[in-house]
């Protein structure tokens, strides 16, 4: 997996704006991918899932893109809100089959300003 | 998705002592995990929980020092054995439905501090 930094990348965003959020994965043989949200003293909330077999998923005010070639994924979110401030991660699982867990990316602390 | 509950929600230990780490389910899961997020960073996978066999540790993460139980389908425990200072840390268990991928569902978390 990636490595991990101490201080997490910050992307600050006017509410009401659309945000986009990158992750560059590690493994190209990675088949599924996911976006968590976390919360200061929460566990990661999942938000919306990509299998390899395809580039674009929506979800409620969501959307993920998938670039195989480059191995970089992306987090849209339209129309922020105050309550969309958080840590997002991405996350990737191998493609060898059976009960792999995840490996996440770094993160990216994301502040909606009023 | 599954209600995750961990116990205990956070602690402060000594150096040398070990902290069982309860994970429960509010229904029968194919999978379980436990992560570790060390203060201000992501999530690193320790172990996969099987069933009744030995856990399955990721390069770095060892049984003596990270034993993991899991009798049944709803519950597994993660002792954090002869604890240092470098073992304060977030630990959060998931739990995913299928062996082929799929969602994974994280619990609240256990934010352990050692003295």
């Known amino acids: 997996g990636e490595s991990v930094g101490l201080h997490l990348p910050t992307l600050s965003v006017q509410e009401g704006d659309n945000s986009i959020i990158n992750c560059a994965y590690s493994?190209?043989?990675?088949?599924?991918f996911i976006w968590y949200k976390q919360e200061s003293g929460k566990g990661p909330q999942f938000i919306i899932d990509?299998?390899?077999?395809?580039d674009k998923r929506q979800g409620q005010r969501v959307t993920v893109l998938l670039n195989k070639t480059v191995k970089h994924l992306s987090l849209q979110i339209a129309a922020t809100q105050p309550g969309d401030s958080a840590v997002y991660f991405c996350a990737e699982k191998g493609a060898g089959g059976g009960a792999d867990g995840l490996t996440f990316g770094k993160g990216t602390h994301l502040i909606i300003q009023p | 998705s599954a209600v995750i509950s961990q116990k205990p929600s956070r602690d402060i230990c000594q150096r040398g002592t070990s902290l069982t780490i309860q994970c429960q389910v509010d229904s029968q899961v194919t999978m379980m995990f436990w992560y570790r997020q060390q203060p201000g960073q992501s999530l690193t996978l320790i172990a996969t929980a099987n069933q009744g066999s030995e856990a399955t540790y990721e390069s770095g993460f060892v049984i003596d020092k990270f034993p993991i139980s899991r009798p049944n389908l709803t519950f597994s425990t993660l002792t954090v054995s002869n604890m240092s200072p470098e073992d304060s840390s977030i630990y959060l268990c998931?739990?995913?439905?299928?062996?082929?991928?799929?969602?994974?569902?994280f619990g609240p978390g256990t934010r352990l501090t050692v003295l």
């Open positions: 493994n190209s043989a990675s088949d599924y």
């Open positions: 998931s739990v995913g439905y299928t062996l082929q991928g799929g969602e994974q569902f």
């Open positions: 990509i299998r390899s077999n395809m």
